[in-house]
Structure formats: structure tokens, C-alpha cells
């Protein structure tokens, strides 16, 4: 493997008619999507060549899964492909993240990354490989099993179902899980130093306070932009000290520039215009530049109050007080602020 040519691609588990897991009110599709969208757009900051399985609530079949991951970048050795998920156990005492790993490859990255969740405070478990029983000479999971020759990385970050601290951290600490599955790749590739002005690595003697001030922001607009609970930095951390105001979106099929406008609560010509488009074709697997709208949300169907303040961080009281709602019902398109 070459590391210099190295490219990810990222899986958000199930998906769609499959849900995947669930406990203490968490869906293991919707986190784990989150958990990939975000990891999306860290790699995207950093530069490293990326791409991704799914973006939406999508049913995909394990033969569909497996063929966008080889078509992603080819039957290509110096492809890692991350697949996202979180686990659930009978035992409800069982706690902490694990790797799983093809048996073509070796543990480095996934000891790597679970050092690096840990130092984030999560328990950790083990990095393992598992035969198929049937055939030993293969790997048990069909993303190590037929995604040969890539790199395949399963990583459960916790249990949703767990009695312990699990859900609770995956809930409010999944982006620093993130970022630190992010410090073991750039470890592990040999990337030194971010290639983006947006990222700060804390150094030592550094504060939030200190940080802050040399970036032009308040203490917690720093805090917001990284999702931190405390004002405790550790030396090679990073930071967002920018907020970027593009998230990426990546063109499925059945999309049209009015679809994807009208869920981003956005005009087309506004999209166009940012993404210099003379036309309104698209191509499926193009990636759109979408201008964040504020701090407004549009609902879309589905939606409820909690499941809109999960996604965004927030709680059902903050949305009803910012948007003086007396109950709990909401209308597709209404706008709301978060």
C-alpha cells in the first residue's frame, strides 16, 4: 500500500427499510449517517480524496453497498473503505468502540483508531477479525469479505442499547469520536499538518480563550463550531476556528436542482449560482456546494421536534422556545429557528 496514493471511502450502516439497531432513543441508520456526513466533510477540509456510500435515509441492498464502495475508486489496494456503526448487545452492561478488519489486512489503523477514541474518552473494546465459519479462509462480514483488495474497516463506536455511559456519549460526543478517527488517518498517512487554514492543532499552553482571540472568535462560537462540553483542550487536538459556510451534497439519482434546492430551504438560481451551473443538468454522484441557510431549518416529511434538535445538537425545549411553539405539531415546509 502506498500511502501517498491513498483514498477513503466512507459507509453509513443500513439505511432506509433498515434501520440497523436501536436503544435509548437513538436509530443506528440516522447516527451512523451523521457520524459519515460529518467524517465527509473533515476529510474534505483536509484535503484526503473521499467519497461516500450513501447521504440520505437510503435502502441499499449488501450487493449495492459493496458495489459502490469498489466502483467508488476501483478495485484500487490503497483504498481504505470505513464503514460506520453502532452496536448493540443482550448484555446491557456491554460498553466501548471496536474495529473490525479484513483478514487481508493488519490491525495498525485499527489500533490507531481506537487509541485515538479513547483518548477522546471513550471505553474501548479490541480490534479483531472474524472467520466465517464455513469457510475460515473468509472473512465472516460481507464488507471484508467482498470488498477485496481495499483495506475494510468496520468501526462500532458504542452500544446503543448499553445501561452504562455508551449512549448518552455517542449522542453528544460523536463528532469528537470523529475527529479522532480522523487524527488516526492523518497519523497513519503521514499527514502532518492540516491543509486548510480552517483547522487549528492545539499546542501547548494553548486555551480556548487564547485560541479564540487569535481567530477573531468568542469563546463559544469556538465551543459551538466543535461541539465541545468544556473548556479542556489536549495538545494536538483540532479545531474548527473557521465556520465554513458550504456543507457538500452529492447528486442521487431521481434528483433534480428544484429537489435539492426546495430540502435545503434554498432557490435554485442561489444553487447554481454557487456552483457556477449554465444549466439545470445533473449527474448522478456530482458533488454541489450548498450554502448553509442560517441557523433555519425546513421541515421535511418525517420530521418531528426531536428528531430535529438530535440532528442538530439542540434540545425540544430550546426549538419551542426560539419559535414560540405551544405543542408538538409541525407542518411540511414550515420554517423553523435553531
Not at 489496494?77 to 464503514?83: E, Q
Not at 473494546?125 to 472474524?130: A, D, G, H, T
Not at 420530521?303 to 430535529?308: A, F, G, T
Amino acid at each position: 500500500m502506498n500511502k501517498e496514493d491513498i483514498k477513503i471511502i466512507l459507509d453509513a450502516g443500513h439505511g432506509g427499510a433498515d434501520p440497523g439497531t436501536s436503544g435509548n432513543g437513538i436509530v443506528e441508520k440516522d447516527l451512523a449517517l451523521q457520524i459519515t456526513l460529518y467524517m465527509y466533510e473533515r476529510l474534505k477540509e483536509l484535503g484526503i480524496p473521499v467519497k461516500i456510500t450513501r447521504t440520505t435515509d437510503e435502502t441499499i441492498s449488501p450487493a449495492e453497498r459493496v458495489n459502490r464502495v469498489l466502483n467508488a475508486w476501483g478495485n484500487d489496494p490503497n483504498v481504505i473503505l470505513i464503514s460506520n456503526h453502532l452496536n448493540a448487545s443482550g448484555n446491557k452492561g456491554a460498553d466501548g468502540a471496536e474495529v473490525i478488519y479484513a483478514l487481508r489486512n493488519t490491525d495498525e489503523l485499527p489500533n490507531m483508531i481506537l487509541q485515538e477514541l479513547q483518548k477522546e474518552g471513550q471505553n474501548i473494546r479490541s480490534s479483531y477479525q472474524r472467520r466465517l465459519p464455513s469457510n475460515p479462509s473468509k472473512d465472516y462480514y460481507f464488507m471484508q469479505r467482498n470488498t477485496d483488495p481495499i483495506q475494510s474497516l468496520t468501526i462500532e463506536y458504542g452500544f446503543l442499547d448499553s445501561n452504562k455511559d455508551d449512549p448518552i456519549q455517542l449522542k453528544n460526543n460523536y463528532r469528537r469520536y470523529v475527529d479522532a478517527v480522523v487524527r488516526a488517518l492523518m497519523e497513519y498517512l503521514n499527514i502532518k499538518e492540516p491543509i486548510t487554514e480552517d483547522i487549528y492543532i492545539v499546542k501547548k499552553g494553548d486555551t480556548l480563550y487564547k485560541i479564540a482571540n487569535q481567530f477573531g472568535v468568542s469563546v463559544e462560537e469556538l465551543k459551538s463550531m466543535n461541539n465541545l462540553t468544556s473548556n479542556t483542550l489536549q495538545i494536538g487536538q483540532q479545531l474548527i476556528v473557521k465556520d465554513n459556510p458550504y456543507e457538500t451534497y452529492v447528486v442521487q439519482k431521481g434528483d433534480s436542482l428544484w429537489k435539492i434546492a426546495n430540502n435545503y430551504g434554498i432557490k435554485v438560481e442561489d444553487l447554481k449560482n454557487t456552483n457556477n451551473l449554465e444549466n439545470n443538468l445533473l449527474k448522478i454522484g456530482q458533488e454541489l456546494l450548498i450554502p448553509k441557510v442560517g441557523n433555519k431549518y425546513i421541515v421535511q416529511k418525517g420530521d418531528s421536534l426531536w428528531k430535529i434538535a438530535f440532528e442538530n445538537d439542540t434540545t425540544v425545549d430550546e426549538i419551542k422556545r426560539k419559535n414560540n411553539l405551544v405543542g408538538n405539531l409541525l407542518t411540511i415546509g414550515q420554517e423553523l429557528f435553531l
